[in-house]
T-cell receptor, first 117, second 113 residues
Framework: EAQVTQNPRYLITVTGKKLTVTCSQN?????MSWYRQDPGLGLRQIYY???????DKGDVPEGYKVSRKEKRNFPLILESPSPNQTSLYFC????????????????FGEGSRLTVL | DAKTTQPPSMDCAEGRAANLPCNHS???????VYWYRQIHSQGPQYIIH???NNETNEMASLIITEDRKSSTLILPHATLRDTAVYYC??????????????FGKGTKLSVIP
C-alpha cells in the first residue's frame, strides 16, 4: 500500500531534550516536506526537500533541522525543543509536478502530535 | 506561489451541493489550482486540481473563472462525511519555488443533517 509513515504518532517530552520525528514513504517520491499545524494558523511549511541531499527552508524553519540521506526518509529533528514547538506535525511527499502522468498531488502522513513541557 | 483567500466557514445541508469559493487574484499564468481537505486532524487528502478548464472527478468538480482569479470547488451531493476543512492552494510547475507551499487556514465545511 502506498503510504507516508510517521513515527511517533504521539509524544510528550520536556524542554531541551532532543527528539527526532521520522518520516518514510514507499512511493519513490523525490519531493518531501514537513508541516506543522496549530489552531487558527492552518498548515505551515517547515522544511522541504527536492531530492536526496537537497533541502530548503519553508515558512517556519526556526528550531528545526532536517536531513535527506535516503530518498524514502526525511526525518525532522528538534535539537532543543521548546514549548512553542508543541504542535501537530505532518510529513508529505510527491513526485515532481511535471512527471507525467503525475497529478502533482501531495500524499500526507497521519500526523505526529508533539507536546513539549 | 500566489496566496489564496477562502471564507473561514460554511454550512451545507446533507444531500445538497456544497460550493466552496477560493480567491486567487494574483495567480500567475502557469500556476495550477489545487484543492485538499482535512477531516478532523488526519493528514490532508488531495481532491482535484486544474489550470484553466473546469475539471471533474469522482470526488468533486472544479470551476475556474475565465480570468483565473477565482475558483469554486463543488461537492455535488454533500454527505456528513464531507465535513472537513478544505484548502485551496495555487502551485507553479516544477521549480524550487513551486514546492514552498503554505496551505493557510482553509474553509471549515459543516454538513448538516
Amino acid at each position: 500500500e502506498a503510504q507516508v509513515t510517521q513515527n511517533p504518532r504521539y509524544l510528550i517530552t520536556v524542554t531541551g531534550k532532543k527528539l527526532t520525528v521520522t518520516c518514510s514513504q514507499n512511493m519513490n517520491h523525490e519531493y518531501m516536506s514537513w508541516y506543522r499545524q496549530d489552531p487558527g494558523l492552518g498548515l505551515r511549511q517547515i522544511y522541504y526537500s527536492m531530492n536526496v541531499e537537497v533541502t530548503d527552508k519553508g515558512d517556519v524553519p526556526e528550531g528545526y533541522k532536517v536531513s535527506r540521506k535516503e530518498k524514502r526518509n526525511f526525518p525532522l529533528i528538534l535539537e532543543s525543543p521548546s514549548p512553542n514547538q508543541t504542535s501537530l506535525y505532518f510529513c508529505a511527499s510527491s513526485f515532481y509536478r511535471d512527471r507525467r502522468p503525475n497529478t502533482g498531488e501531495l500524499f500526507f502522513g497521519e500526523g505526529s502530535r508533539l507536546t513539549v513541557l | 506561489d500566489a496566496k489564496t483567500t477562502q471564507p473561514p466557514s460554511m454550512d451545507c445541508a446533507e444531500g445538497r451541493a456544497a460550493n466552496l469559493p477560493c480567491n486567487h487574484s494574483t495567480i500567475s499564468g502557469n500556476e495550477y489550482v489545487y484543492w485538499y481537505r482535512q477531516i478532523h486532524s488526519q493528514g490532508p487528502q488531495y481532491i482535484i486540481h486544474g489550470l484553466k478548464n473546469n475539471e471533474t472527478n469522482e470526488m468533486a468538480s472544479l470551476i475556474i473563472t475565465e480570468d483565473r482569479k477565482s475558483s469554486t470547488l463543488i461537492l455535488p451531493h454533500a454527505t456528513l462525511r464531507d465535513t472537513a476543512v478544505y484548502y485551496c492552494i495555487v502551485r507553479a510547475p516544477s521549480g524550487a519555488g513551486s514546492y514552498q507551499l503554505t496551505f493557510g487556514k482553509g474553509t471549515k465545511l459543516s454538513v448538516i443533517p
